[in-house]
């Protein structure tokens, strides 16, 4: 009798769809395959996406992302959860509701703008992920333009990345990774919990491929904490496996490509 194959973390993406491939779920499964989890998603909207931009989104309704939600959590379970793409106060606040009540740790995303800069957040969100969604985060990762939509402030150096620290986790995520991407010189990222900073450094990679790079550092994170990892040693991880994908990014379409999700089991090209 042939035994039952040992079932992998499950880690569900609560995000929009890229209908390009490169960020959003489609982003988080590919992670969350190739870090060895079961991914599963709950889609919070459709966009028509490529490499030059998005060039429209549609949200879906509350009741479809409710029950997408009950439809996993309630039969499979989950052991992390990742949020991304949610657009609307009202989705926000629905997720925010959803995720307090299933006791799995939460990576936060605060998807606002894409990497072209297209509006994914209404504005009216904001208040709804300062006052209700990340309090319930575990890990809350924005990049610099989002700090700016958060806290109003402007980050240009590093010692700016930890007053930006200190503001987000003031709206009471356990942890935050103020991602350091935007700034000149290496690829610096700083994860703090208010008590002990951790400043994770990586050489700049000159690659103009890096679609999806947020969505995949949040999965990353979300597939080491399923596994039972604490927080510095899952962001450990993610960091490394996101400077691998970045120096794969690979060009696709007329615009900016995406990141290799699958460099870790890709033939050396």
């Known amino acids: 009798m042939t035994a039952a194959a040992p079932i992998p973390p499950r ?16 982003a988080d499964l590919k992670t969350m395959l190739a870090l060895g989890t079961h991914g599963m998603s709950v889609l919070t909207a459709v966009t028509a996406q490529n490499s030059l931009g998005v060039q429209g989104a549609w949200e ?23 949020t991304g793409m949610l657009s609307s106060a009202a989705l926000v606040d629905l997720v925010a509701e ?18 072209h800069g297209d509006a994914l957040l209404a504005a009216e969100a904001l208040d709804s992920v300062r006052t209700k969604l990340l309090p319930v985060a575990t890990v809350a990762t924005p990049n610099l333009d989002e700090v700016t939509q958060l806290t109003g402030l402007t980050v240009t150096d590093e010692p700016g990345m930890r007053r930006a620290a200190a503001e987000i986790l003031a709206y009471g995520p356990r942890w935050v990774v103020i991602k ?20 994770l450094r990586a050489p700049r990679h000159d690659n103009r491929h890096t679609h999806g790079t ?56």
């Open 11 to 26: 880690v569900l993406t609560v995000a929009g769809s890229d209908s390009g491939g490169g960020a959003g779920i489609q």
């Open 60 to 82: 879906l309704p509350a009741d479809a992302v409710r029950a997408q939600y009950r439809s996993v959590v309630d039969d499979i379970g989950v052991q992390a959860v990742k």
């Open 98 to 115: 959803l995720l307090a009540g299933t006791g799995a740790p939460v990576v936060v995303d605060p998807v606002g703008v894409s990497k």
């Open 180 to 199: 350091g991407g935007h700034l000149p010189g290496e690829a610096v990222d700083l994860l703090t919990d208010g008590s002990e900073e951790h400043w």
């Open 214 to 269: 947020g969505c995949t550092l949040a999965s990353a994170i979300a597939c080491g904490l399923a596994r039972g990892q604490d927080v510095p040693t899952a962001v450990r991880g993610a960091k490394e496996y996101v400077t691998g994908a970045i120096q794969g990014g690979f060009a696709l379409g007329g615009g900016i490509g995406p990141v290799d999700h699958g460099w870790l089991v890709r033939p050396v090209r």
